[in-house]
């Protein structure tokens, strides 16, 4: 079970830029949850928010949305990135280790406040969620390893 649209949006943007924000820059929240309430990318962001550490990786995601290739993650990712719900996040070279990923997905700060506002993507509920689903060694791995920090 997927969330669903509900609520309704306080801080509606005026109009879209091409980046995603509104005309004035600013997070433009209609179009956010335009991208966010997608069935596929809505899926992607569960698995975000129930993510053990909130940075989960293309692999990690691929793993938790088995419909979807690594690809079609990463375009959603990106679609999301565009209206500032996720932003990514990378270890630096220094901390990378050899076949393990070292790019990381969050929820932006804008996108927590506005699914809060909305009732959208409870933490706890995903988080619950995320843990009852069965992991390869491999998945149970790669949510061991270091993430980046602030």
Known sequence: MRPTTGG??????????????????????????????????????????????GLPSV????????PLSDDAVRRHLKALEEVGVVRERTLGVGDRLRNYPYKFYELTEEARELFDRNGLFPEEAWRRQYRSVEKTARIRELESMPRPSD
């Open 8 to 53: 309704a949006v306080t801080d509606q943007g005026a109009g879209a830029g091409t980046d995603g924000t509104g005309t004035d820059g600013e997070f433009d929240a209609w179009r956010a949850l335009q991208k966010a309430t997608d069935e596929k990318r809505a899926g992607i962001l569960a698995d975000v928010v129930g993510h053990p550490h």
């Open 59 to 66: 692999e990690e995601l691929d793993y938790m949305n088995p």
